[in-house]
């Protein structure tokens, strides 16, 4: 098919391209659709997986669909127009070309490329149709802006190849990616057959393919772990393909395990500690040192605490037996080079 | 202080206990960006307002599944039901909110039962009941005013649904009416006031294209479930629009408090930004900022910059391991809360009589009434 292993077979030529495919784990894949619940940096992670996949000369599309900008923001450009433009170029070649869809364009688009009525969709638009769509049937808002998304993974260029390698989906959050995805089902309730419906099955047709993979964001506490296995459930019963879990904003421990199992159970001996401190010149007094060990010991126990119960919620995603992946926190936040640093981690890690 | 707050311009304190235990206090509302922790604030404001004996309820939107059960919430089933396990001599009542159930409710309180079934069977509004972003809002909305006007309960706890901005429930129920209002709404009920002739016939050149580009666009049989769903719910309409506008006029009484939940995280101190200008734009009463999940460091005497140096030098030395790998730690928490300053200051400056509460980060989740008692101490105890 059009996967990356598709191009190996190419001629001299196109073996140009094909020479930079790797083995990774979603090879195949064209459509990463990347959710998360709110704070765990979905679009962070939806943005260094796109840098990743564009790596050694191919062309990412990343799309965002929930008006937010968060795409700009991450790459810190202007507020972006609904237009594919090319924002970033990727280590080693390769460029990522972003799309924030408006679904109001998104239907002008659509009435365009099926009817040919740019014009009476401009009328529509003034009628407030897009605050019908948005307001009464939001699974037709969802239909639109899947349908752009799909529309450019299908697209193909003037010599017959997909115009993009791969799309980055920034989807909705985890507790209404499922909803957003099953399109089909979305709008059957109101349209059983007609334009929309086609227009839904032929969305479908991508979404559901083994082309697409739904990435889950998280980090290691409690309810993104929950909200994340509970998602993974609801792609199942949807029958829409789930992809790997991207663990985001994880802190090494630096403190060997027995150090950690010691300041768990509050036996850790800030003697020693004391000691390093004024070694390392950080006390002015015995009596300085010792309040600065406590208060470090204080540290250590949280850590130790935190570090115990992280334990536990990887062995949680652990059992949803989907690939893992681990990004580090990053001290001074995410910038442009935090980003790179990130997209690095992915593809190091295999999964781009 | 330390040297974390020292860089902090000084703020007002939010003082939560002051706010609910003002007998003048009748609402209080949780809004915020998705994430930061907006529910299990709702939930432990409510708990120490009845232990410090207000008769209250929490109206929680979504919440999460271990937070529901902690206050003894086991089924989403649109009634307050008692806590148990609260101390003194309040109490406490939680709900979860059923927004189909609601939805379904107002439109029985206003149509006549055969306009009613035509509603609730219509396939638009059960697509608008169950699933439109906005009606989750728009039905909160609601229940608050429900809630308000049953007399039951001295204060009202609100925690807002988890919108994309945090924004949307406050223009939520405006657009469902805007929306009912609209050209489009007037033009899809023309064919029915015109006496049942055909579609559009009557109308216009420009209606002609417009509703020819939405039977194809929808098909026909979608566009007449649209005509019948909209011109029954026209007639229930004007209720609908008395009720929100009262449920409006509640949130900007005196006795609401607006909290703005967030976390020292770039996107929901933005959020907290714009959400406290539109308050201030509707005239709503804001009582604060809750900043939720702050990490601080006990050791915040020794800078990050210092624990680095020092432990490169233990590292260079090859002396004690085990204190350079602690201030390694050390410095890392001491960036964190750095950065978490950083985040915050844009808001701090933007709105420097905003009063601030911050609550630490906690290790767990709130698993019971003993976690959520914790929090509502956190909140309370601002110095």
Avoid at chain 2, 84 to 103: I, N, Q, S, W
Avoid at chain 2, 290 to 317: F, G, K, Q, W, Y
Wanted: proline share 5%; net charge neutral; charged share 25%.
């Amino acid at each position: 098919m059009g996967g990356r292993s598709g191009r190996i077979g190419e001629g001299p030529l196109g073996s140009l391209r094909s020479v930079r495919a790797r083995d990774t784990d979603w090879d195949g894949v064209r459509l990463h659709v990347v959710t998360g619940k709110g704070g765990t940096g979905k679009t962070t992670v939806a943005a260094a997986l796109a840098l990743a996949l564009a790596s050694g000369g191919r062309r990412v599309l990343l799309v965002e669909v929930e008006g937010r900008q968060g795409i700009a923001q991450v790459f810190d450009l202007p507020p972006l127009p609904y237009e594919e433009r090319k924002i970033a170029v990727a280590p080693g070649g390769g460029d990522v070309h972003a799309l924030a869809i408006d679904p109001e364009e998104a239907m002008l688009d659509y009435l365009e490329m099926f009817y040919g009525m740019r014009r009476a969709g401009k009328a529509l638009t003034k009628m407030g149709v897009v605050d019908f769509a948005t307001t009464i049937a939001p699974g037709f808002r969802d239909v639109l802006v899947t349908g752009k998304t799909t529309e450019a993974v299908r697209r193909k260029g003037k010599d017959g190849r997909r115009v993009y390698d791969a799309v980055v989906l920034d989807a909705p959050p985890t507790g209404r990616v499922a909803r957003f995805l099953n399109v089909t089902n979305e709008v059957a309730g109101l349209a059983r057959v007609g334009p929309i419906k086609n227009h839904a099955d032929l969305v479908n047709g991508v979404v559901a393919s083994p082309e697409t993979a739904v990435h889950f964001v998280t980090l290691l506490e409690e309810m993104p772990v929950q909200e994340t296995l509970d998602g993974l459930g609801e792609l199942r019963e949807t029958g829409l393909p789930p992809g790997g879990i991207f663990t985001n904003m994880v802190r090494k421990s630096l403190l060997p395990a027995s150090v950690l199992d010691a300041a768990a159970k509050g036996r850790f001996d800030p003697g020693e500690l004391a000691l390093g401190l004024k070694a390392a010149g950080l006390a002015e007094g015995g009596a300085n040192a010792a309040a600065v060990a406590e208060a470090l010991a204080e540290e250590i126990a949280e850590h130790a605490h935190r570090t115990k119960l992280e334990r536990r919620e990887r062995r949680s995603l652990d059992t949803s037996g989907r690939p893992r992946y681990e990004l580090p926190l990053l001290a001074d936040g995410v910038d442009l080079a935090g980003l790179y640093e990130l997209a690095e981690s992915i593809h190091a890690q295999g999964a781009a | 202080m330390n040297e974390r707050s020292g860089r902090l311009r000084a703020v007002p304190v939010l003082d939560l206990d002051a706010i609910i235990d003002d007998p003048d206090t009748r609402i209080v509302v949780c809004c915020g960006s998705g994430g930061v922790g907006k529910t299990t604030t709702a939930a432990a404001l409510g708990l120490r307002a009845a232990e410090r004996g207000r008769s209250a309820v929490v109206l929680t939107v979504d919440p999460a599944r271990r937070l529901a059960q902690s206050m003894g919430l086991t089924e989403l089933d649109n009634t307050p039901r008692p806590v148990a396990g609260v101390k003194g001599e309040g109490k406490l009542h939680a709900m979860m909110l059923d927004m189909k159930r609601t939805f379904d409710e107002i439109i029985e309180a206003h149509a006549d039962p055969e306009r009613a079934r035509q509603i609730l069977t219509n396939p638009f509004y059960q697509s608008l009941s169950s699933s439109f972003s906005g009606t989750q809002e728009y039905m909160a909305m609601e229940k608050l005013g429900q809630l308000r006007r049953s007399g039951d309960w001295d204060l009202i706890i609100v925690d807002t649904p988890p919108s994309r901005s945090a924004l949307d429930f406050l223009d939520a129920p405006e657009r469902l009416g805007r929306f009912l209002d609209g050209r489009l709404i007037r033009l899809l009920m023309a064919p029915a006031k015109a006496g049942g002739r055909s579609a559009f016939k009557l109308l216009n050149a420009g209606f002609g294209i417009v509703a020819g580009a939405l039977t194809k666009l929808l098909g026909a049989q979608v566009l007449k479930d649209l005509q019948m769903f909209v011109s029954a719910l026209d007639a229930v309409f004007g209720g609908f629009r008395a009720r929100a506008e009262q449920t409006y006029k509640l949130l900007q009484a005196p006795g609401t408090a607006f909290v703005v939940v967030a976390a020292p995280e770039r996107d929901a101190m933005r959020e907290a930004s714009y959400f406290v200008e539109r308050l201030a734009e509707e005239r709503m009463p804001l009582a604060g900022l809750v900043v939720n999940r702050v990490h601080r460091a006990p050791a915040a005497v020794l800078s990050a910059a210092r624990s680095t140096a020092a432990a490169e030098d233990l590292e260079t030395r090859g002396e004690h391991d085990l204190t350079a790998a602690v201030l390694r730690l050390h410095a890392g928490r001491m960036q964190l809360a750095a950065r978490e300053d950083r985040e915050q200051e844009h808001f701090l400056s933007a709105h420097p009589t905003v009063p601030v509460a911050r609550v630490p980060a906690m290790s767990q989740d709130v698993h019971d009434l003993a976690g959520l008692r914790k929090v509502g101490e956190l909140l309370a105890a601002q110095s």
